[in-house]
């Protein structure tokens, strides 16, 4: 019997990938082995805050520096111009979105939100959102006061994320007098919902952020252009005494506009690693979440996200806790505890604390570097129970506007003591 001959590895005729079935583009990779389950985000973050809680320009223009200074820890597509995703967190610009109002003839109640939109490009699509957006709020007995397209120049966008480009508008919203921030907080949450029920099947909407005490900014484009594409966040008179900043490199991931970040309330680098669980215990939860504050609040569900990235679907669990009346330190440690069972030197108060959390939620576990806020309080953590963590820093300084992030060097300081140690952060 005769064999046949052995073919050497680097005898095998080379195929493009298009021969061998490889995606050629980011849509086809939706087609094959790409599994939503498993995205991940591995990024660098920051925050900027003044200690006494002024709202500057100062502030907005540090965490923009800081970001540029991230750049390398983002991807960069083959454009050469679009990035993973960044974007800023800021605390509700309350003078500079008064001051839009008023160019426009608009009248702010005491208590207003703005909505960050992604739109549809499609004129008719985002005419049916704006409709159905509207409902809801007005739902929520909200007045809707008017709709702004937000300036943006495209200019500074690689033509990759220029073809997914969404349309970027705000929708400025008045309470009902006498509502206090978080109770409208709390509708908006309900109504966001019920929204993108009903948009579910228009895949290019996507609420950045729709809230009375916070504001998102973000994209994919580069760190340094995000004060060019976005004009608002180069304009003087727009100030915040908190600032998250985010760049992003995806895992497991395709970029998309939705998915950079900050999200609602948090920012995160790392991983989740027990995501799977967390999903399913949410949706087994599902009609066990109940409060007086939100009657309705199984309106909401599902919860938290199984599409998306695991940094948002903790930020969906972020933000229910918040709804339902916790604090966010409180609902930082409850979903992020440290690694307390065999610590011999915790406090006895805080170790129950801990371990009454515990039958309550399970961690949401994995190397992580978290910054969250609220637009009051802007805490951070970057324990987790049992795996290891990630590096945050922070230069102990006498001065404000006070940095914390994940990457050193980011932020020049004229005056500094020391840098907290890894972990210390909490």
Same mark, same amino acid.
């Given at each position: ?44 973050? #920051? =925050?900027?805050? %003044? ?13 923009? %520096? ?5 750049? %390398? ?31 426009? #003839? ?20 985002? @005419? @049916? ?16 006061? #008017? !709709?702004?397209?937000?300036? $943006? ?10 073809? *997914? ?11 009902? @007098?006498? !509502? ?17 029920? /009903? ?41 915040? @005494? ?26 995160? &680098?790392?991983?989740? &690693?027990?995501?799977?669980? &967390?999903?399913? !215990? ?15 609040? %199984? ?13 948002? *679907? ?7 806790? =918040? ?18 069972? &065999? ?31 609220? #637009? /009051? ?7 987790? $129970? ?13 001065? +404000? ?15 500094? *003591?020391?840098?907290?140690? +890894?972990?210390?952060?909490?």
């Amino acid at each position: 019997m005769t064999r046949k001959p052995r073919r050497h590895a680097l005898s095998v005729p080379v195929r493009s990938g298009s021969e061998v079935g490889f995606p050629q583009s980011l849509g086809e990779v939706h087609d094959m082995l790409y599994d939503k389950s498993l995205e991940r985000d591995n990024c660098g973050f #920051g =925050l900027i805050a %003044h200690i006494e809680g002024e709202p500057s320009h100062k502030v907005v223009r540090t965490a923009i %520096h800081a970001l540029a200074r991230m750049q %390398h820890r983002g991807a960069i597509l083959a454009d050469g111009k679009t990035g993973d995703g960044c974007g800023l967190l800021l605390q509700k610009p309350d003078r500079f979105f008064r001051i839009v109002a008023q160019e426009r #003839g608009w009248r702010l109640a005491k208590n207003y939100a703005v909505g960050m939109l992604f739109l549809n490009k499609d004129p008719e699509l985002a @005419a @049916a959102a704006r409709r159905i957006v509207e409902e809801e709020l007005q739902r929520e007995t909200l007045s809707i006061v #008017g !709709w702004r397209d937000v300036p $943006t120049n495209e200019g500074v966008l690689g033509e990759i994320a220029l073809s *997914s480009l969404p349309r970027i508008e705000q929708i400025f919203v008045n309470a009902p @007098a006498g !509502w206090r921030p978080r109770d409208m907080e709390r509708r908006l949450f309900i109504a966001r919902r019920r929204i993108e029920k /009903r948009l579910e099947a228009d895949k290019d909407f996507y609420v950045c952020s729709l809230s009375n005490l916070v504001n998102i900014y973000k994209g994919l484009c580069m760190p340094a252009d995000l004060p060019r594409f976005y004009l608002d966040l180069a304009d003087l008179r727009l100030e915040s @005494a908190i600032c998250l900043f985010h760049q992003r490199f995806s895992t497991n991931t395709v970029p998309r506009w939705p998915l950079a970040q900050p999200f609602r309330y948090l920012a995160h &680098n790392g991983e989740i &690693n027990t995501i799977t669980g &967390n999903r399913q !215990w949410a949706r087994a939860r599902t009609y066990k979440f109940q409060t007086p504050l939100i009657p309705d609040l %199984h309106d909401a569900a599902p919860f938290v996200n199984e599409t998306g990235s695991d940094s948002s *679907s903790m930020d969906n669990m972020l933000e229910l806790l =918040l709804a339902g009346g916790m604090d966010i330190i409180r609902a930082m440690r409850l979903l992020v505890p440290p690694a307390w069972q &065999n610590n011999p030197d915790m406090d006895p108060e805080l170790r129950a604390f801990f371990d009454f959390n515990s039958m309550h939620m399970e961690p949401w576990d994995g190397p992580a570097g978290i910054v969250m806020s609220d #637009g /009051r309080f802007a805490p951070v953590t970057s324990t987790v $129970t049992v795996c290891v963590r990630r590096a945050t820093s922070s230069p102990k300084i006498s001065s +404000s506007p006070a940095p914390l992030k994940s990457v050193s060097g980011i932020i020049s300081l004229t005056k500094w *003591s020391k840098k907290a140690a +890894s972990g210390q952060a909490n």
